[in-house]
């Protein structure tokens, strides 16, 4: 059984950064997608970043130019800076893993989320 655990979330002021871990154990075999996920009150789940087994990256229009997704392999750790961060970024942000594309907007795999509260 797959488990991740999100870190880093905070309070930040407008412009600032701050740098999201998600550290995963147990069967990976097969995860080939692993990505972060953000959820607002009043807003649809939105997928802001996913990186793949062989490295490849995707980001949401919103964030590219200001988020960077990551992984240390032999950490077993997925990484998500933000820099520039705007008020509109606050949001519970979950780091997930799903095996397919298929499954990249119902991923099978989640974290309990952390908080990320940007200040104007």
């Known amino acids: 059984q797959v488990q991740l655990v999100e870190s880093g979330g905070g309070l930040v002021q407008a412009g600032g950064s701050l740098r999201l871990s998600c550290a995963y154990s147990?069967?990976?075999?097969?995860?080939?997608?692993m990505g972060w996920y953000r959820q607002a009150p009043g807003k649809q789940r939105e997928l802001v970043a996913h990186?793949?087994?062989?490295?490849?990256?995707k980001y949401a229009d919103s964030v590219k130019g200001r988020f960077t997704i990551s992984r240390d392999n032999a950490k077993n750790t997925v990484y998500l800076q933000m820099n520039s961060l705007k008020p509109e970024d606050t949001a519970v942000y979950f780091c997930?893993?799903?095996?397919?594309?298929?499954?990249?907007?119902?991923?099978?795999?989640w974290g309990q989320g952390t908080q990320v509260t940007v200040s104007s």
């Open positions: 147990g069967t990976i075999s097969n995860v080939n997608f």
């Open positions: 997930a893993a799903s095996r397919w594309s298929m499954e990249l907007m119902t991923p099978p795999f």
């Open positions: 990186i793949t087994s062989g490295s490849s990256v």
